[in-house]
């Protein structure tokens, strides 16, 4: 079994920061791809920001010069640091995450999701 735990959203005016975090446990044998989505009311889920086993990322332009994603691989961790919020990246958003077996699958697994509210 693996288990996301998620992190660090809320309440936030517009131009404020929030750090989103999320670990990673159980049995893992290596934890591959991971990132962030979020989905608004009356939309459909949408990447946020990705990151490789190698740190290379890749964010939407809606987000990009904003957000940050980052990984902490001894602590099987990913974060997400969200800077100049506005309204419309108010969302609940979900951590993902690819894990790889001993036997070369791939899972993939979602975390319960953390309310982001921006108000302007």
């Known amino acids: 079994q693996v288990q996301l735990v998620e992190s660090g959203g809320g309440s936030v005016q517009a131009g404020g920061s929030l750090r989103l975090s999320c670990a990673v446990s159980g049995s893992i044998f290596s934890i591959n791809a991971m990132g962030w989505y979020r989905q608004a009311p009356g939309k459909q889920r949408e990447l946020v920001a990705a990151i490789t086993s190698g740190g290379t990322t890749n964010y939407p332009d809606s987000v990009k010069g904003r957000f940050t994603i980052s990984r902490d691989n001894a602590k099987n961790t990913v974060y997400l640091q969200m800077n100049s919020l506005k309204p419309e990246d108010t969302a609940v958003y979900y951590c993902?995450?690819?894990?790889?077996?001993?036997?070369?699958?791939?899972?993939?697994?979602w975390g319960q999701g953390t309310q982001v509210t921006v108000s302007s």
């Open positions: 993902n995450t690819v894990i790889g077996t001993v036997n070369r699958r791939e899972y993939e697994y």
